[in-house]
């Protein structure tokens, strides 16, 4: 937290002067409301294609509420959204998916009633043939493509640091890993925007240092990320653009350093009234 | 015609009052364990039961009653204390197997002492049927009316002027939180199951001159009350009461208009009707799901 | 763990062989029948665990299904003379058709609502068979007319035996491979995190109605050949036990592993059988097991045991 008040930290952190892509995710005067209260409200801003674009706030901000209503998991009350051009309010998860968007989840959502290995290979869901037949009567086809999402599977968890993890049930594994396993499913599906609900939660120093080296390769890669987290450190090391909400609004918005000095967001982070 | 009409209401009214107690019996359960008893219809039944049989020996009616209604209740708890809450853990489906090993468990138990034949009951007030505007009604549908009534009320006071019953009440909305507060809320989920078998027996006990008692006639009584506790909304007491009242009344007209042999799919065509719009029932809580 | 439940050739190969030699066991024809009776619960069994066990939706209204498979054999094959594998088949499509019509509705619902609507479907199911007696026989139920199969009549039980053993065997296989494809894998995610199958593309609406789908037709087929199999069909082969039956089967041997809704069907099936000898107490008997098993092995019988194995190679 002190993050937002030193001036030196703020001032070092970050890749600045680069170049912004098109917009690949605009969010256009979003609300949603839940039995009257607002959780978010006329909310607009933009991600650029390539970046690492931060959401901060204070507790109860509404940072999830964002996530779930740009994937699909909430209607939203009134605005937009629009990916890769194409609005896309309200749309079911699974076809924004199919567009190329995934996401974790703060609270871990993993499929603990399978593997490792096949939790990161249900990510590779829409790369796959999942018609009935084939799968009933076993398909050479399907089988040679099953095979090669399951050495990519393992390859993506090799990604991540999970390579011990490969034949594990997911029930059986501590909770820094599986953290790291939802990121790989959300690899799996080759993302053109991927959306990190507090990755580095209640994970320790070296494990977020790591997480953050992670989220560092994959943008690299040219996934455009959009990452929620508490851990300022890690927000101000590796974001390009950050936007700060208290109370479902927009707080400010800019590069980290501007972010940082920004007297409203540093008042909300510290309880004072702005 | 009205007086037609009448009578169905009446008929469908006495029915569904037992509906209502089934329901709120499996209201009761499933706040305080999540559970869905199954074998609440043999709570019913073994207050018929005990109460015919007892009362064909000589007993006289209210303590038969109340006898069957504490065996009722000690069998509500030794179900609760050895199968629900040893499996507390377990998935939906599994809880559902052991209520239903439960509710075979007792009718052969119920097989063994009472036998398979069906038995009577006299009725409490006599048999000479009451004249209402047209309708005919027995003295015993007042019986049950009343009683349920009673038992209805009774429940809600229970329930927000009790500290047993807040209690019951805290620990169906948070467990957790009750149980740092100091609800023991393992006795909580025993007391749900002794109250529920309460409701059940002496709901059997007074409709028993009507239906007849015999071992398996909780089985369509207690799917029925069911079925009026997830059309109320499952937890919720008084929308299982009028799921209850509803699913009795609407089997009446049926079996009256449109045709008696289909009179026990009534219920289950309108919770269909019901669930396809209101997946929560009518008055259960809606919620988005939180991720 | 997952390795011996999951073990695909294995368990098929050991299932075969255990098939294959099982008849020079048996005496006589009552124990022919019981273990045909076991075959056909252990044909819906596995098509029931597909739905509960790895998709994690509960239907407590399949012996309808099953029913309306048995009287589509017994009312086409017989009243109105089809080929009996055409009446097999019109029942089967007929089931997947209503299961589909059902499914999208009904899956949306959670939990003990889900557990409710499909119990609803599968009594108003049993209430019509029982009682448009002009097509059923009502209460009584009907005869059903032998199978015929290229002009060969299916006769005895040891004809009976392989091929019902014949479907456990393909059943069996065709539910492996479902598993382990990205389809089985979809509908295990379904079970383990609707929301996250959803994000990733799994489009959790249509995998649900598929399996019930599937889970329907399996029932289907088997009602129909017990029904030329037995040559008479009631009610209550459709009725709510006969539903909750079938689910206690696939819990009692094992929720998410096909041998064991298997070895769920065929222990459940011979204990009544055994229990006859308690006579009176039957009853009592079948009810405290199920307590029993449920309370100490709420995995289920199979997944119990394969989680013994390897503990003891540890020790």
Redesign the interface.
């Known amino acids: 937290m002190n993050m937002l008040t030193d001036p030196e930290l703020a001032a070092d952190a970050a890749p600045l002067n680069r170049r912004a892509g098109p917009a690949l995710l605009r969010v256009e005067h979003l609300s949603r409301e839940f039995g009257g209260v607002l959780a978010i409200g006329d909310l607009s801003f933009t991600v650029a294609a390539g970046d690492i674009h931060s959401i901060i706030g204070p507790n109860g901000a509404g940072k999830t509420t964002l996530f779930n209503l740009v ?3 909430y209607k939203p009350s009134g605005g937009r959204v629009l990916f890769d051009g194409a609005d896309v309010s309200g749309q ?3 076809r ?3 567009r190329g ?3 974790t ?1 703060q609270n871990l ?7 490792a290995l ?1 939790n990161v ?6 790369h ?5 037949l ?5 398909f050479p086809s ?1 089988k040679r493509r ?1 095979s090669e ?1 399951r050495d990519r599977a393992a390859e993506l968890m090799g990604a991540v640091g999970l390579s011990k993890y490969l034949d594990a ?1 997911a029930a059986s594994m501590p909770y820094g890993a599986l953290k790291r396993l ?1 990121i790989a ?2 690899l ?2 080759e993302p053109k925007l991927l959306l990190l609900d507090e990755p580095a939660a209640g994970l320790n120093a070296t494990e977020s240092r790591e997480i953050d080296e992670v989220i560092k390769t994959v943008a690299a890669d040219g996934v455009t990320i959009v990452l929620v987290e508490h851990d300022m450190k890690m927000v101000m090391g590796i974001s390009h653009r950050i936007t700060a909400l208290n109370h479902g609004r927009k707080l400010a918005e800019g590069t980290p350093a501007e972010v940082a000095a920004n007297p409203e967001v540093v008042a909300a982070y510290l309880g004072a009234a702005p | 015609m009205f007086a037609e009409l009448l009578q169905y209401m009446l008929s469908g009214l006495t029915i569904g009052a037992i509906y209502a107690l089934a329901g709120l019996g499996f209201s009761i359960i ?1 706040n305080a364990s999540h559970v ?1 008893n199954f074998a609440q219809g043999e709570f019913i039944m073994i207050g018929g039961m005990a109460s015919a049989t007892l009362t064909a020996s000589g007993v006289p009616l209210p303590l038969a009653i109340l006898i069957g209604c504490g065996g009722a209740m000690l069998v509500g708890v030794l179900v609760a204390k ?2 629900v809450e ?2 507390r ?10 209520t ?10 119920a ?2 002492v009472w036998g398979k034949d069906f038995k009577r009951l006299d009725a409490f007030s006599g048999e000479t049927p009451i004249q209402l505007m047209g309708a005919s009604m027995q003295p015993q549908s007042l019986w049950v009316v009343g009683c349920a009534a009673v038992l209805i009320v009774a429940i809600g006071l229970f329930f927000n002027r009790t500290l047993t019953g807040k209690a019951m009440l805290a620990t169906s909305h948070n467990r957790l939180a009750a149980q740092l507060v100091g609800i023991d809320v393992k006795r909580v989920v025993l007391a749900s199951f002794a109250l529920s078998a309460a409701l059940g027996a002496i709901g059997g006990a007074v409709v028993a001159p009507i239906t007849f008692s015999y071992t398996e006639m909780g ?1 369509m009584l207690g ?1 029925k009350g ?2 009026a506790a ?1 059309l109320g909304g ?1 937890g919720h007491g008084p929308g299982a009461v009028a799921g209850g009242l509803i699913v009795g009344v609407a089997e009446a007209l049926g079996a009256g208009y449109l ?1 008696s ?2 009179k ?2 009534v ?3 309108i ?2 009707a019901v ?2 719009f209101m ?3 009518l008055f259960g809580k809606r919620g988005t ?1 939180r ?1 | ?2 390795n011996i439940l999951h073990g695909r050739l294995t368990g098929l190969l050991a299932m075969g062989a255990i098939i294959a030699v099982l008849p020079a066991f048996l005496p006589n024809n009552f124990y022919l029948d019981v273990a045909i009776l076991a075959g056909f619960n252990a044909v819906v069994c596995v098509g029931l665990n597909l739905l ?1 066990g790895y998709a ?1 939706q ?1 239907s ?1 209204g399949h012996a309808g299904f099953f029913g309306i498979g048995a009287y589509a054999s017994g009312v086409l094959a017989g009243t109105y003379g089809w080929p009996p594998v055409l009446a097999l088949l019109a029942g089967a499509v007929f089931v997947g058709l209503l299961a589909f019509v059902v499914a999208k ?2 899956l ?6 889900l ?3 499909t ?3 599968g ?2 199911v049993s ?2 068979l029982r ?1 448009e007696s002009g097509l059923t026989g009502g209460p009584d139920g009907m005869t059903v007319e032998p199978f015929r199969i290229f002009g060969v009549e299916l006769y005895g039980e040891r004809v009976w035996y392989w091929v019902v053993g014949a479907l456990l065997f393909a059943v069996v296989w ?1 539910s492996l ?2 598993i382990d ?6 509908l ?2 379904v ?3 609707e ?10 609406a249509r995998f649900k109605v ?1 399996v019930f789908v ?1 889970s329907a037709v399996f029932a289907s087929v088997a009602g129909s050949l017990f029904a030329h199999y037995a040559g008479l069909i009631t009610p209550a082969k459709a009725d ?1 036990f006969k539903s ?1 039956e079938l ?2 089967m696939v ?2 041997g094992g ?2 592993s096909t041998f064991g809704a298997v070895v769920g069907a065929v222990v459940l099936t011979l204990l009544p059988q055994l229990l006859t000898m308690f006579q ?12 029993a098993t ?2 100490f092995m ?1 995995k289920g019988l199979l997944p119990t045991l394969a989680a013994l194995i390897p503990a003891r190679r540890r020790a």
């Open positions: 994937t699909g998991v079911a998860p699974y924004l998916a199919a968007m995934s996401r989840f959502q993993i499929f603990f009633n399978m593997t096949e290979m249900v990510g590779r869901h829409l796959l043939d999942t018609r009935l084939p799968a009933l009567f076993r399907l099953d999402a049930d939802e499913r959300a799996a599906a | 499933y869905i050895f199968a040893r499996a853990n377990a998935s939906t489906v599994t809880l559902i197997i052991i239903i090993g439960a509710s075979i468990f007792l009718r052969g138990v097989e063994l089985i799917l069911f079925t997830v499952l045709s042999a289909y026990d799919a219920a289950f065509v919770i269909l669930l396809l997946p929560n029932g799901e991720v | 763990m997952q509960i994690g509960i407590l509705p009904i949306r619902l959670k939990g003990h609502y557990a409710m609507a119990l609803g479907i009594i108003i209430i019509v009682t065709l491979n479902l494809s990205p389809m089985g894998r979809a295990r995610a079970h383990g995190s929301v996250a199958a959803e994000v990733v593309g799994v489009d959790t598929l599937l709510f909750i689910v206690t819990v009692f929720m998410a009176d107490y039957q009853q009592i008997v079948l009810g405290a097991i199920l307590m449920m309370v709420p």
